[in-house]
């Protein structure tokens, strides 16, 4: 009997633990929202060839901050997309990179990657790249 109570105890943790660590994607504002936050350091992407043309934001109960991202390399040649290519827009008025990231993509390629942006009690509003001249 303690066997069993002990399984099922164990079977009823991991599934509470699971569904703690599980991201759910979290709704994002509408696309035309202006947001007017300071950003008195300047602080922005690495200038790049990559635009971003789509992102999903994902979350978990811990914090943690994920986004699905749909990014083009504009340029005519093979680019590697870095953590120092994207930013994020957190809802404190802060902007953050993201984690250690290395992409390859051919010249004029499309694709879908996850990124992790890191812990914050805070959503994350807005990913973007900077494209140069």
Request: charged share 15%; proline share 5%.
């Amino acid at each position: 009997m303690f066997r069993w109570m002990f399984l099922s105890l164990s079977i009823f943790s991991s599934t509470a633990m699971a569904d703690k660590e599980s991201l759910s994607i979290e709704t994002r504002p509408p696309t035309n929202i202006k947001l007017a936050f300071p950003n008195e350091s300047n602080i922005q992407p690495d200038v790049s060839d990559f635009a971003i043309l789509n992102f999903v934001p994902m979350s978990n109960e811990q914090g943690e901050r994920w986004v699905v991202i749909t990014v083009t390399n504009t340029a005519n040649g093979r680019r590697t997309l870095n953590h120092n290519h994207v930013m994020a827009l957190v809802a404190n008025g802060s902007r953050i990179h993201p984690q250690e990231l290395a992409q390859s993509f051919l010249a004029n390629e499309t694709l879908s990657i996850v990124v992790n942006f890191g812990q914050s009690k805070f959503p994350l509003l807005d990913v973007y790249a900077r494209t140069g001249t």
